[in-house]
């Protein structure tokens, strides 16, 4: 394939080719989608923001062990990845009942849960990303059983290094999307994005103000104002704490 073909255009990212097979490049958008794509819009700067952010929590899982597809950033909107097989499941950690949960089961929002719940989703827009049973997931073989264990596995290390994290930037991590994918020795990487666009992140110093609070995309979803403000202080927090690592 020639160089710089681009072979995926997503809500929030566009996949180029590379020179090297193996090898993807992934601008990030200031696009901005809510409720599958039903609501749309732009937040300013969001690109390079969540490269950045994605790239320093990517460079420190990797330093403690946990294999992900970040290879370097080229540009502030760019991200070079390994070429993977994604896997159709959006993951999602749960630290304090929010969203969904809260809409699906009746907890309130901010119940502190007893421990992480770690939940998949069938990453299909056309039936709106449903929530899968165990059961769901191996009848359509989205996964192999070894392989949820692995992400499962995975995904609550991957919450115990980001609760500490964000917890060093006077933020709580309430929950957050992920997803893996497989190299071509079939090896599990954790692919996407961490930013924002995929976690719930609270201001710890407003954390009893459901609007203050939100240092996330829920500003853009739920129209709290002041987006991009939000991003732009979660990244400023991130890049003190990576220094100050
Ligand atoms: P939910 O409460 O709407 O199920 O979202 C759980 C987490 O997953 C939240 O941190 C936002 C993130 N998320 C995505 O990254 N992409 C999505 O399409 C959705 C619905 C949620
Ligand atoms: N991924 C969602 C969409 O499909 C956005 C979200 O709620 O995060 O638009």
Redesign the pocket.
Known sequence: MSVQTKIYEGKAKILYTTHDPEILLADFKDDATAF?AQKRGSIQGKGNINNIISSKLFQQLEARGIKTHYIDSPAPNQMRVKALKILPL?V?V?NIA????CKQTGLAVGTVLKQPLVEF?YKNDELG?PLLTGDRLFLLELATPEQVDTITHLALQINKFLCDFFRRCDITL????LEFGLDSQQQLLLADEISP????LWDNSAVRDPNLRVL??DRFRQDLGNVENAYQEVLQRVLKAVESN
């Open positions: 599958n959006e999602v749960r929010a969203g969904s949960l989703y990303d309430v929950d957050f999307k666009d995929t976690c719930r996330d995309k």
